[in-house]
């Protein structure tokens, strides 16, 4: 009986060991851990294996996406400095149709393993490291006005440019439509702003662009020795990632999961319309862009972190006298014209092309858009979703060190002006919006005809 029942230990101590090393998430802590070793090692070994990183983060890409440089004929962004990408990018497994993927169940997709990989979450480019990667246009502008460098040592951004917005994104003021784009063809910084909107803003307001353009601490630009540039660091400021108030493309990793490996990619979203949004970050639900502003200033410019933050100097904004004007000025912030919506949010039959009316059309019918994108508020609806993409793929998959796991509950982005802010997804894991038309049609098992989906994706264009 002593040595079934020690056979028997065995076997379950045996059990458990297997199934702890097939857990594909390792172990991890909470807390960020203090550097081990000296700046200079970790740099010399980060910039030694850059290429290897980068190289396989490129494979990833093209496995998963056409990366072609294929422009819409004529249709361009509304700076008019970048042609909107078109097509459909995202690769099928071999041998599958659009269609035919359209037609199976969830189990059979998630059990043949027959789910585009570029319909699953996107990993960061160094997801066991993460941390803020800028492109190389923010990077070049910030040294050349501020002699400030957000170029990282051990990592690059991993897109092609003509997937990003275009740089410098335009800006329009809720309190002048009638002077249109303010940026000059220029990005705000901390040099320039004041010549660039003296006479335009209220004083409130100007102080609020001073404090979202000062560069504070952040987990990887700053001065301690665990950073991740080159020379001690002044740190990011809040328009390094949101340029013009919209977006270069920059990505991180969300701060409100662990572990590491679990921690999804964040593509930086835009910042127009906030005066018509009442929920802030993907996963976070912050009911206002004040609650915003503090959060991203104590915890997310430290991975979530505030014991690591109170180390590296946080900017801790009084409530009244910085937040809220950092708010005032983020909240005049408008979308981008859309001659050929009316005050409802409809298009103008008077101006808009067949083929769009058609769209409008799947958009508010069988595409079932609206039922989130409520067109009357800036076509979003102020609420999370989970479209439980897991029901097409397995658990637990590894892509590139990211723990494939259920998204979960994700807020509703808007759609207005939609065309300007690629990549798509809160990763940035849909490159075009004729990605999200056939993502949304089999995650929503919508059965949308090849005509219906070029007609949304038409009338997409027109928001």
Not at 85 to 110: C, F, H, N, Y
Not at 215 to 242: I, W, Y
Not at 273 to 302: P, W
Not at 357 to 379: D, I, M, N, R
């Amino acid at each position: 009986m002593n040595r079934s029942l020690s056979c028997l230990a065995l076997a379950a101590v045996a059990a458990l060991a297997a199934a702890v090393q097939a857990d594909p998430l390792p172990a991890d802590m909470t807390y960020r851990p203090l550097p081990t070793q000296p700046f200079s090692d970790v740099k010399r070994m980060d910039e030694a294996a850059k290429p290897k990183v980068m190289q396989r983060q490129r494979a990833l890409l093209e496995s998963r996406y056409d990366l072609a440089n294929k422009p819409v004929p004529g249709v361009m962004m509304s700076g008019g400095r970048r042609a909107v990408q078109g097509g459909v990018r995202v690769k099928l497994p071999a041998g599958m149709t659009w269609d035919k993927l359209a037609g199976m169940s969830p189990a059979e997709i998630r059990e043949k393993n027959l789910l585009p990989e570029g319909f699953k979450p996107l990993p960061h480019a160094k997801q066991a490291t993460g941390g803020q990667v800028f492109p190389q246009n923010q990077i070049d502008v910030i040294a050349q006005q501020e002699q400030r460098d957000l170029r990282r040592f051990d990592v690059d951004f991993d897109l092609p440019d003509h997937f990003t917005p275009e740089f410098p994104a335009p800006i329009f003021l809720t309190t002048h439509p009638e002077l249109g784009d303010v940026s000059r063809g220029q990005a705000l910084t901390i040099r320039n702003f004041y010549e660039m909107m003296n006479g335009i803003i209220t004083p409130v307001q100007m102080e609020g662009l001073r404090l979202l353009l000062t560069p504070f601490p952040q987990e990887e630009f700053n001065q301690t020795e665990d950073r991740k540039v080159a020379h001690q660091s002044m740190g990011v400021a809040c328009l390094d990632c949101h340029t013009n108030f919209h977006s270069n493309g920059a990505f991180h990793l969300t701060p409100d999961v662990r572990p590491q490996a679990a921690r999804f990619r964040l593509d930086t979203t835009s910042l127009r319309g906030m005066f018509n949004q009442q929920i802030h970050g993907s996963k976070r639900s912050l009911r206002s862009v004040e609650d915003f502003t503090e959060f991203e200033q104590r915890t997310a410019y430290f991975n979530g972190d505030h014991v690591s933050a109170t180390r590296k100097g946080p900017h801790l904004p009084d409530r009244t006298n910085q937040v809220a004007m950092m708010a005032q000025m983020q909240n005049i912030i408008d979308f981008p014209p859309a001659p050929k919506l009316d005050w409802r949010g409809r298009l103008n039959p008077e101006v808009a092309t067949a083929q769009e009316l058609a769209g409008e059309k799947v958009f508010f019918g069988k595409g079932q858009c609206s039922q989130c994108h409520v067109a009357q508020t800036s076509f979003l609806d102020n609420n999370m979703h989970d479209l439980k993409l897991e029901r097409f793929y397995k658990v637990g998959q590894v892509s590139n060190d990211l723990v494939l796991l259920p998204d979960g509950p994700i807020k509703t982005f808007t759609l207005r002006g939609i065309k300007d802010s690629p990549p798509y997804l809160h990763d940035g894991r849909l490159l075009t919006l004729a990605d999200t038309v056939e993502y949304f049609n089999l995650v929503l098992g919508l059965k949308l005809t090849a005509q219906e989906k070029e007609a949304l994706n038409a009338y997409l264009l027109t928001l």
